[in-house]
């Protein structure tokens, strides 16, 4: 056992951490929410991890994200993502992918096997692609919902999409799944309001019409979450037959 996840292992046990080495997962989108939905995963022994994003850490990510630092300004996201985790777990295996997924990507993502798969994606077509596809293979999937502009990290729960109410990106997402025959999907949201903010002084991004405020202990919260079900879904026995 290596000494780096002995005390995990105390927990869970040698063959649930056997399972973790074994395990692919992938995280697409490393913001403030997926950053630490791989520090999780990381620092709980998963042996192989494919990482997707974009973007580059920029000045405004260093409130909330655990990837930007001083040190990993202009780096790709994905990339300071990959040393982070060679940091933490050297034998770790790392696919770094500086690109966005999209329906025209999508093959090019789905070429590998997956254990399971971290939907951190902002953008609502490309969210969908995902989920629809990644159910339809088979493949295990759990979706971050809206953190911006919450302030209660306390309220994040893990549910299914069915049962979400009170998060404006959870409506929109529920009711495009449902339009495509799909009524159950796992995710990690929080019901409370988001709050009223000041106008940004920077242009949101494209695909989004306003840049969503954010403190520094929401997206964390929202993302350990993820990672941690992700750990106790790839370690559960299987259902009885």
């Known amino acids: 056992m290596d000494e780096r996840f002995s005390r995990t292992a105390l927990v869970l046990g040698d063959a649930a951490m056997e399972r973790l080495r074994r395990a692919h997962v992938a995280v697409l989108g490393?913001?403030?929410?997926?950053?630490?939905?791989?520090?999780?995963?990381?620092?709980?022994?998963?042996g192989e991890l494919t990482l997707v994003d974009q973007d580059e850490v920029g000045l405004s990510n260093l409130n909330r994200q655990l990837l930007a630092t001083a040190d990993t300004l202009g780096m790709p996201k994905a990339q300071a993502a990959a040393q982070r985790v060679a940091a933490i777990s050297p034998d770790c295996v790392v696919h770094p992918m500086v690109w966005r997924y999209t329906a025209e990507t999508r093959e090019e993502f789905f070429c590998r096997r997956y254990d399971y798969i971290v939907d951190c994606i902002d953008l609502v077509s490309c969210k969908l692609d995902l989920i629809q596809t990644a159910l339809?293979?088979?493949?295990?999937?759990?979706?971050?919902?809206?953190?911006?502009?919450?302030?209660?990290?306390s309220q994040f729960q893990?549910?299914?999409?069915?049962?979400?109410?009170?998060?404006?990106?959870?409506?929109?997402?529920?009711?495009?799944l449902r339009s495509r025959g799909i009524r159950h999907h796992k995710v990690v949201y929080s019901p409370e309001l988001p709050r009223s903010v000041q106008a940004a002084t920077e242009a949101p991004p494209p695909g989004r019409r306003a840049i969503p405020g954010s403190v520094a202990w929401v997206p964390g919260c929202a993302g350990l979450m993820l990672g941690g079900q992700v750990v106790l879904d790839l370690i559960a026995p299987p259902p009885s037959a």
């Not at 939905?37 to 022994?45: K, P």
């Not at 069915?162 to 997402?173: E, V």
């Open 136 to 153: 339809s293979r088979g493949i295990p999937i759990i979706s971050a919902l809206g953190t911006g502009n919450k302030v209660d990290a």
């Open 30 to 46: 490393l913001g403030g929410v997926g950053g630490y939905a791989v520090e999780a995963l990381a620092r709980s022994g998963v």
């Open 158 to 176: 893990v549910a299914d999409i069915s049962k979400t109410q009170g998060c404006h990106l959870a409506r929109i997402i529920r009711k495009e």
